[in-house]
């Protein structure tokens, strides 16, 4: 018996950071949501007690570094589960990319696996054991579009946002995100944006006042740090993207397009500014 679980990106519309918490994390505040560009997960059952996992791309970890595999680790040790998982891994979402790429494979392993070895666990208890490994892989066990508060774990799930075009660009680099919110101040914002009114922008089903509320704390820091995301950023909107963005803590920036006939401009134009770049539906 084979499984197959697929294993979307998400981009942040909007992300807030508040303070420093007392176990170290942020308080944060995002909406966030899912685009279709994603990896595909093979699941199937071995009968020696061990976790196996392929991938057709060659740059990253098939060992305990890898986010599927501490999830399939950590639901066999919860669930005492004796028989092993072969998972192969078809990889297209962008490493590094504050796309949670991992934390959607994290999240697709668990929801895999409980249909693979007939759990039967609740969704609420795959999202308690998501956090356990990574604030994003809540939200990805789930899906669709949240309110995510606390340490990103907490949500609240919303209406999607007006079906648009999004292109993604992520620039050859590498981006810590521990070094980001290591060197973010929140006393320093300027502006901080609104959950509120991205959600009631969002409800209202308005593709300008969403474009019009993005907004991401972590950019200033992330600009000090790699200019070139500023650049990239700068380039999406003069190419005539309707809403422009960096996700997470970069280095990828998306840009929401309201009419097909503008999105083979703007993807065409970031091709000669990098490699990586993707023009993608919301998964709504």
């Known amino acids: 018996m084979k499984i197959y679980e697929k294993a979307p990106a998400k981009i942040n519309l909007m992300l807030d950071v508040l303070h420093k918490r007392p176990d170290g994390y942020h308080e944060v505040e995002m909406v966030m949501t899912m685009v279709d560009l994603a990896d595909r997960l093979e699941m199937s059952a071995l009968p020696r007690d061990t976790i196996i996992i392929s991938s057709q ?57 409980n249909r693979l070895w007939n759990l039967g666990i609740s969704d609420e208890e795959l999202c308690r054991l998501g956090a356990e490994l990574g604030s994003d892989v809540p939200f990805c066990v789930t899906g669709g579009t949240a309110l995510a508060t606390g340490r990103g774990e907490v949500l609240t799930p919303l209406n999607n946002p007006p079906q648009c075009w999004v292109v993604l660009a992520k620039l050859p680099i590498n981006v810590s995100t521990a070094q980001v919110y290591g060197r973010f101040r929140a006393d320093r914002v300027e502006k901080h944006p609104s959950a509120r009114r991205m959600i009631e922008a969002i409800s209202r089903e308005s593709f300008s006042e969403v474009c019009l509320e993005l907004g991401n704390v972590l950019e200033d820091v992330t600009f000090q740090l790699h200019p070139e ?49 993707y023009a993608v539906r919301l998964l709504t």
């Not at 399939?72 to 490493?95: C, F, M, Q, T, W």
């Not at 005539?240 to 990828?252: E, F, N, Q, Y």
């Open 229 to 277: 995301v500023q650049q990239l950023k700068e380039t999406m909107k003069r190419l005539g993207a309707d809403g422009v963005l960096m996700s997470g803590s970069g280095p990828t920036v998306f840009g929401l397009v309201s009419k097909e006939a503008k999105v083979a401009r703007v993807y065409n134009g970031l091709r000669g500014f990098c490699k990586e770049v």
């Open 57 to 113: 791309a060659g740059y990253i970890p098939l060992d305990e570094k890898n986010l599927a595999f501490q999830a399939a680790r950590l639901i066999k040790e919860r669930y005492n589960v004796r028989s092993g998982v072969y998972i192969h891994l078809d990889k297209h979402i962008p490493v590094a990319a504050g796309l949670a790429g991992g934390s959607s494979d994290a999240a697709a392993t668990l929801r895999g696996l």
